[in-house]
């Protein structure tokens, strides 16, 4: 069964950092473009990055270019967002995606208080 699950958000001060985990099973991280996208009340769905394969090039939203970083881990079959100098207007539920399989994680919260 293909399944995403997300895990190390929370609430963390602005300047901050957190390192979002995104761990699959039913298929392989490396096979796959993968991506990072976030929602936050009242506003768009916005693609935060993306990692592309096999090659590992990747993407990033202007708005947190220099800050996150993506990348994967095909040992453990996990994808990671590093997220460094965390803003207000970082906050969202985070999700991760593989849109080629059609299946995303059920998210997990990052707050970033001012």
């Known amino acids: 069964q293909v399944q995403l699950v997300e895990s190390g958000g929370g609430l963390v001060q602005a300047g901050g950092s957190l390192r979002l985990s995104c761990a699959a099973s039913g298929f392989t991280v490396s096979s796959y473009a993968m991506s990072w996208y976030r929602q936050a009340p009242g506003k768009e769905r916005e693609l935060v990055a993306g990692?592309?394969?096999?090659?590992?090039?990747?993407n990033y939203a202007d708005s947190v270019k220099g800050r996150f970083t993506i990348s994967r881990d095909w040992i453990k079959n996990t994808m990671y967002l590093q997220m460094n100098a965390l803003k207000p207007e970082d906050t969202a539920v985070y999700y991760c995606?593989?849109?080629?399989?059609?299946?995303r994680g059920q998210g997990t919260q990052v707050t970033v208080s001012s």
């Open positions: 995606n593989v849109p080629d399989l059609g299946v």
């Open positions: 990692i592309g394969r096999p090659g590992s090039n990747t």
